[in-house]
Nanobody, 124 residues
Framework: QVQLVESGGGLVQAGGSLRLSCAAS????????VGWFRQAPGKEREFLIA????????YYVDSVKGRFTISRDNAKNTVYLQMNTLKPEDTAVYYC?????????????????WGQGTQVTVSS
């Protein structure tokens, strides 16, 4: 089964950008739909964006529309989350997750594989 490891988190000023990586092993990332979620302190984990490469569609919530994009590097077996125009309310632990569903869902229980998370902090 696929294992996922996120990286790329850190501290950034409001308006800045970060690119998170989700490196996969034990499976080919292109075989899955991959999503990104985040969990802020005291809040539930929430869906942000997901891509199903088999149907070539991207799904996202309004709060990240126009700011976050998801992409893939097959050679590195890695999925990326490019985050632009970051806001303090984007501060959270960010998780990538994979599912065999295509198109992918937006619920946590629709994803069977999760990374450990990476912290993103946006200062005002």
């Amino acid at each position: 089964q696929v294992q996922l490891v996120e990286s790329g988190g850190g501290l950034v000023q409001a308006g800045g950008s970060l690119r998170l990586s989700c490196a996969a092993s034990g499976g080919t990332v292109s075989s899955y739909s991959v999503g990104w979620f985040r969990q802020a302190p005291g809040k539930e984990r929430e869906f942000l964006i997901a891509k199903s490469w088999s149907v070539d569609r991207t799904y996202y919530v309004d709060s990240v529309k126009g700011r976050f994009t998801i992409s893939r590097d097959n050679a590195k077996n890695t999925v990326y989350l490019q985050m632009n125009t970051l806001k303090p309310e984007d501060t959270a632990v960010y998780y990538c997750a994979a599912t065999n569903l295509a198109p992918p869902g937006v619920r946590l229980n629709q994803y069977g594989y999760w990374g450990q998370g990476t912290q993103v902090t946006v200062s005002s």
